[in-house]
């Protein structure tokens, strides 16, 4: 029998559905001692296979979705916080308190201080006798976005003359916003979290040692082979089915 070489949890689902299919058409020949070889036993398991599949697929539609949706709220995301720190700049308070707010817009928008350096002008200030401390890039994650843009909204909240005319740039909505921020961003965690959930019990059905239905599918394929022999028709319409494991 033709069959369609593929990989990957569905196309081992696909592939073990083929294979009963086939074994099926054996008749009572096919009559194993070991339970988990029956026909109604491997029906079972192929069933079991296309729950755990249709769960990791929904479970991944909504961590796309989630994940869409955070990323549509934190479109103009730079924009907003440049108006931001414009507001602050003008704003007339003191020059360290506007240098707090520029430290905290600079992990919000994970850039470095100041220029890195190329290797030739390390060397040449190392030469003078310089020590040269270059700032580490930081990490621009939505988690780290959400907990810098909530030092920014607690930092506006200490200065006094932060009054802006525009609502939006308000302390109260930037503080709305910022909920709207943690609420999607823990969407997304939570939809990830349940996408490896559902993964890890997809892969202990699929793969398990000696009771996955990897392992189940080759030992009905051995099963087949010891009744019918291994140049039988029946054997060479399963033979070339192929099962593969995640590497």
Known sequence: MKTSIGSGHEQNV????????????FGPQYNPSVTALTLPELSRLYQQGVDVNKTSKNNEIALDNATAARANKFEGFDDKVTRIINAVRICGTTPQVIDQAESIVRELRAKRAGSKLTDEELAAEKAKGNTVRQVTLHKGTFDRKVVNFEKLTQHLITIPSY???????????????LMEFKALN???ITAQAALDAS?????????????????????????????????????????????????
Request: hydrophobic residues 40%; charged residues 20%.
């Open 199 to 247: 993964d890890i019990v997809r892969r202990a059905l699929l793969y398990t040692e000696g009771s996955g239905l990897v392992d189940v599918a080759l030992a009905a394929k051995l099963y087949v082979k010891s009744v019918f022999g291994a140049t039988s028709p029946q054997y060479k319409q399963i033979s070339n089915i192929p099962f593969s494991r995640p590497k």
């Open 14 to 25: 696909t592939n073990f559905n083929t294979e009963i299919s086939c074994i099926l058409t």
């Open 163 to 177: 009054r802006p005319n525009e609502p939006e740039l308000s302390v109260n909505a930037l503080n709305s916003l």
């Open 186 to 188: 823990d969407a997304v």
